[in-house]
């Protein structure tokens, strides 16, 4: 039937505040997070790439390229990445897609190697979930037929966790601790173990 269409979605909507402000504004070798994480999706594969924005959306749009990408805003960035989750499917709704893979901005460890692998089995009806230490994390690949579903449920801070476990015998786990960093950038700490900088102006406040 062809070459099956993966799109990628980068969600960079939180506002950091652990670390001092939103992590998609954090460098990695002077290049703006967000704009690492839509590289790792691109060279996946993956296309068309959607970016979610929410926190400083102005100010992460003049400072990083988001090259190749829509960009989206979730106004209610604040209730969590469910919010952030359903605006960038909706987005995806007139996108000729089999699937989306699912990267958050605050996994700087993901690689693209772990994107390809969990990308696999592009169709409308999978569900896949990358492993880190036998626990489920991104990215993740959602098949066309549960954007609905996982739009409906998608709340809070727990994105399509609701879903996964309603469709648990659907699930493919696919195990990336060899090929990948599953770290969440959760504090100070987890920051300087990437050997991520601060913007100068966010270092001030």
């Given at each position: 039937?062809?070459?099956?269409?993966?799109?990628?979605?980068?969600?960079?909507?939180?506002?950091?505040?652990?670390?001092g402000?939103p992590?998609?504004?954090?460098?990695?070798?002077?290049?703006p997070?967000?704009?690492?994480?839509?590289?790792?999706?691109?060279?996946?594969?993956?296309?068309?790439?959607?970016?979610?924005l929410?926190?400083?959306?102005?100010?992460?749009?003049?400072?990083?390229?988001?090259?190749?990408?829509?960009?989206?805003?979730?106004k209610?960035?604040?209730?969590?990445?469910?919010?952030s989750?359903?605006?960038?499917?909706n987005?995806?709704?007139?996108?000729?897609?089999?699937?989306?893979?699912v990267?958050?901005?605050?996994?700087?460890?993901?690689?693209?190697?772990?994107?390809r692998?969990?990308?696999?089995?592009?169709y409308?009806?999978?569900?896949v979930?990358?492993?880190?230490d036998?626990?489920?994390?991104?990215?993740?690949?959602?098949?066309?037929?549960?954007?609905?579903?996982?739009?409906?449920?998608a709340h809070?801070d727990?994105?399509?966790?609701?879903?996964?476990?309603?469709?648990?015998?659907?699930?493919?786990?696919?195990?990336?601790?060899?090929?990948?960093?599953?770290?969440?950038?959760?504090?100070?700490?987890?920051?300087?173990?990437?050997?991520?900088?601060?913007?100068?102006?966010?270092?001030?406040?």
């Open positions: 039937m062809g070459v099956k269409c993966i799109a990628g979605m980068v969600i960079a909507a939180g506002g950091g505040r652990r670390i402000g992590e998609a504004l954090l460098r990695t070798g002077g290049t997070l967000v704009d690492r994480a839509v590289d790792t999706v691109r060279a996946a594969g993956c296309a068309p790439i959607v970016v979610v929410g926190a400083a959306a102005d100010e992460v749009r003049a400072a990083a390229e988001l090259a190749d990408a829509s960009v989206v805003v979730d209610a960035w604040g209730t969590g990445i469910g919010s989750l359903r605006v960038g499917l987005a995806l709704t007139d996108v000729e897609a089999d699937a989306v893979v990267v958050p901005v605050d996994m700087p460890g993901v690689t693209t190697h772990a994107v692998r969990v990308a696999a089995l592009p409308p009806d999978v569900l979930c990358a492993t880190y036998g626990r489920r994390s991104y990215p993740m690949l959602f098949g066309r037929r549960h954007w609905s579903g996982i739009s409906t449920v809070a727990v994105g399509a966790r609701p879903y996964l476990l309603a469709h648990k015998h659907e699930v493919l786990d696919v195990a990336c601790d060899r090929i990948a960093d599953g770290a969440r950038l959760d504090g100070p700490e987890a920051v300087a173990a990437f050997k991520l900088t601060i913007p100068a102006q966010r270092s001030r406040a």
